[in-house]
């Protein structure tokens, strides 16, 4: 770091603090033109940048190459195991081998970031903690307040709010003995500790902020996934959400997976009162997010029937206490029977479904079990409008310029 920037006679001198060594930089740039340039500088030499967002495309492609070397830690460990306690001993077996001075430990840092995910520790805060513990401590505090502003050691502190920002996107929220690490390593005013302090504001109030919270580490099992997926869907509190699996309860299927069907007994009372004339739609799949997971559902669905409750007026705040006087007009309105909340204007839902590969199979399996719960239901034809995964556009392999499509 520079702490000590001179004007000569046609070159820059600068004092390095570590080495105690006096360096100018031959070059046209004066002390005005100097507020717009950087200096990166090591023991063996000074390189300057004229523009603040460009750098050397030569040192990118060094760093790159670093990380890549830097990863090769944890590739060996991948092929014994992926797990926490693999991905730390690659940790431990860096700190083994560069010993005291951690050398390239940024470059590390984004390599074992860049392999969280593959080990499953995205989200663990631990290993976070054991990250941020490759820093060297107490050397990269600042000592005024030129140092704080102007970011005292800028690279590890953005590797610093790298990890920070990593936790906040994955919903890792920090903890005192994180702060407490960053503390030690680069104090209390650089602006990673801040990153830390608004994450501790905020996060939580985030976190509690959601009537229905999704759990963070969600279940590996798809069949209990898909049951969570449905009962935050599901609006009726009677909703009944069943997993079947088809081999053993459907005669004659093909497609060997699971279903998970949710209906509810208002449901069910609709079906067994819906004409047999009139078809029911089975259409899909729609997709719906747990996290960073993808499911694909599908509904069994009714046209709309708005004859049976006419026009309804519905009550605001305006005319709710309106009311008409004798020399009024009168009001015309009538008495009509209340619509569920399953029949909606764009059409009725009968019933939801997640199946293991939302096939065409899979879903006629559906159809077949619910046709043990609802009597009425073998009597009314059912009419497939689904977009299955089987369907969507696929590149063909052979095709040399990669244009056609398979629809």
């Given at each position: 770091m520079m702490n000590r920037l001179g004007r000569c006679i046609g070159s820059l001198a600068l004092q390095c603090r570590s080495c105690k060594l006096?360096?100018?930089i031959p070059s046209q740039i004066n002390i005005a033109q100097s507020r717009q340039s950087i200096y990166h500088h090591t023991c063996r030499g000074i390189t300057t940048t004229q523009q603040l967002n460009m750098r050397d495309k030569d040192i990118e492609e060094v760093e790159k190459r670093q990380i890549m070397?830097?990863?090769?830690?944890?590739?060996?460990?991948?092929?014994?195991?992926?797990?926490?306690e693999a991905?730390?001993?690659a940790v431990m077996r860096y700190k083994t081998r560069q010993g005291v001075y951690h050398r390239g430990h940024v470059e590390f840092i984004y390599a074992a970031m860049d392999k969280m995910t593959m080990f499953n520790v995205h989200k663990d805060l631990e290993v976070y903690k054991t990250i941020m513990k490759i820093f060297p401590e107490d050397k990269m505090v600042p000592t005024s307040v030129w140092q704080v502003e102007f970011q005292h050691y800028p690279k590890q502190q953005n590797c610093m709010i790298d990890?920070?920002?990593?936790?906040?996107?994955n919903s890792v929220i920090p903890d005192d003995e994180t702060g407490k690490i960053i503390k030690k390593i680069f104090g209390t005013k650089v602006h990673a500790f801040r990153k830390y302090q608004r994450m501790m504001y905020w996060m939580p109030k985030f976190k509690n902020a959601n009537p229905y919270p999704v759990?963070?580490?969600?279940?590996?099992d798809e069949s209990e996934l898909a049951i969570l997926a449905l009962k935050r869907m599901a609006v009726d509190k009677e909703n009944i959400v069943t997993v079947h699996q088809t081999e053993e309860e459907v005669e004659s299927c093909i497609d060997d997976t699971f279903v998970a069907s949710a209906q509810s007994t208002i449901q069910r009372a609709l079906i067994n009162g819906h004409p047999t004339d009139k078809p029911l739609f089975v259409e899909g799949g729609y997709k719906v997010w747990m996290r960073e997971k993808c499911l694909n559902y599908f509904v069994l669905k009714a046209d709309p029937?708005?004859?049976?409750?006419?026009?309804?007026?519905?009550r605001t705040d305006d005319n709710w206490f309106?009311?008409?006087?004798?020399?009024?007009e009168k009001d015309q309105s009538e008495i009509a029977e209340a619509r569920s909340m399953h029949e909606q204007d764009e059409g009725?839902?009968?019933?939801?479904?997640?199946t293991g590969s939302s096939s065409k199979d899979s879903l006629i399996s559906w159809i077949k079990l619910l046709q043990l719960s609802n009597p009425n239901l073998p009597h009314i034809p059912v009419v497939f409008a689904i977009r299955t995964p089987e369907s969507e556009l696929e590149t063909i392999e052979d095709d040399p310029h990669g244009d056609l499509v398979n629809i």
């Open positions: 006096s360096h100018r070397k830097e990863g090769q830690y944890f590739e060996q460990i991948a092929k014994v195991a992926k797990n926490r991905f730390q001993e990890i920070l920002e990593k936790m906040e996107y759990p963070l580490h969600l279940p590996e029937v708005l004859e049976k409750y006419g026009h309804v007026e519905q309106e009311w008409n006087m004798f020399t009024g009725t839902i009968l019933a939801m479904c997640i």
